[in-house]
């Protein structure tokens, strides 16, 4: 569904599965630095949104996902994923709960399978799972990566009017890289450990009772050394374009990891995220899609923990 934001003012849309909603409005380098000012919004209208009401939600939530879900307090936003028994992620969403029902979002077309694999675990649980249509993601600028809003898609228009200037998701994505954030599905594969990417505290409470794939995350956890990392490329900025998502990274001539999201941003130039082998030696000069790119950690090789300051 496409957001009606794109009436506004030089509202050009995005592509792929951010075909929905604005990928700029005229200038995205403009957009860039209201954002890092504190200043206006992004559209994440197209981002899925489910409910999980019930007496039992978050006990079972608890019992189903990485996040410490029992006793969570109103009001409090909390990201979880769900992993397979090998430890593997195979969801990632981001909700609030107000006392009556958890409410989350999650990637543009990721939200039916969340739901139906929720379904098939409520067994007896006082539980209801379903998917919102009439609900909106937006994402606002402050402290620890900023917050998110849910909106009623009757009142977007009058959200955007209040909370302007609008920026789009080019803007949001550049400073989303440069804060060493991954994005579920395109900064992930279907290998990816919550160790590999900095979810652990973020995503992962260590501190909770057992759930599906944690041995795995404990054991790396405890062991250290994931079998791949997170960086940051500064891509050389001779060649205007960016890498494709999923373009192989190299190092003298051998891949070694994949490249996700990329933007330009106002003051790094060409970034990117990608996932690397552990043991490639963290000043090595790497290669994607023909261009030269130094890397910044922003996971630990050897304990598998964030490093990077959220700004």
């Excluded at 794109?6 to 050009?12: F, K, R, W």
């Excluded at 898609?153 to 550049?174: I, K, Q, S, T």
Aim: net charge negative; aromatic share 6%.
């Amino acid at each position: 569904m496409a957001s009606p934001l794109l009436a506004l003012p030089g509202a050009v849309a995005g592509d792929g599965i951010d075909a929905p909603v604005a990928a700029h409005y005229g200038s995205f380098n403009t957009e860039q630095r209201s954002l890092a000012r504190g200043d206006g919004f992004v559209d994440l209208s197209h981002r899925d949104v489910l409910r999980i009401s019930g007496p039992d939600r978050l006990g079972w939530l608890h019992n189903l996902t990485t996040q410490y879900f029992e006793g969570l307090a109103p009001g409090t936003w909390t990201q979880a994923l769900v992993l397979s028994p090998q430890g593997h992620v195979e969801h990632a969403f981001t909700g609030v709960d107000d006392g009556e029902a958890f409410t989350a979002h999650t990637e543009p077309g990721a939200g039916p399978a969340l739901v139906e694999w929720l379904e098939r675990m409520k067994f007896m649980t006082r539980v209801e799972v379903g998917l919102v249509d009439d609900l909106a993601v937006m994402w606002r600028p402050g402290e620890a990566g900023g917050r998110y809003d849910f909106v009623p898609r009757e009142r977007l228009e009058a959200y955007a009017e209040a909370a302007g200037p609008a920026a789009g998701l080019w803007a949001f994505e550049a400073l989303r890289i440069e804060r060493g954030e991954p994005r579920f599905g395109l900064d992930t594969d279907h290998r990816t450990i919550p160790n590999e990417v900095g979810w652990i505290g973020a995503a992962v409470h260590l501190d909770k009772g057992c759930y599906r794939g944690q041995e795995t995350v404990a054991r790396v956890h405890t062991l250290g050394r994931p079998p791949r990392r997170l960086v940051l490329l500064h891509l050389d900025g001779s060649e205007n374009r960016l890498p494709a998502a999923g373009s192989p990274v190299s190092h003298d001539g051998r891949d070694i990891g994949f490249v996700g999201s990329s933007a330009r941003h106002h003051e790094l130039g060409p970034i990117a995220l990608a996932v690397v082998k552990r043991n490639v030696p963290v000043d090595a000069t790497l290669a994607v899609d023909g261009m030269p790119a130094a890397q910044e950690v922003v996971v630990d090789p050897e304990v598998g923990l964030h490093v990077r300051p959220l700004r």
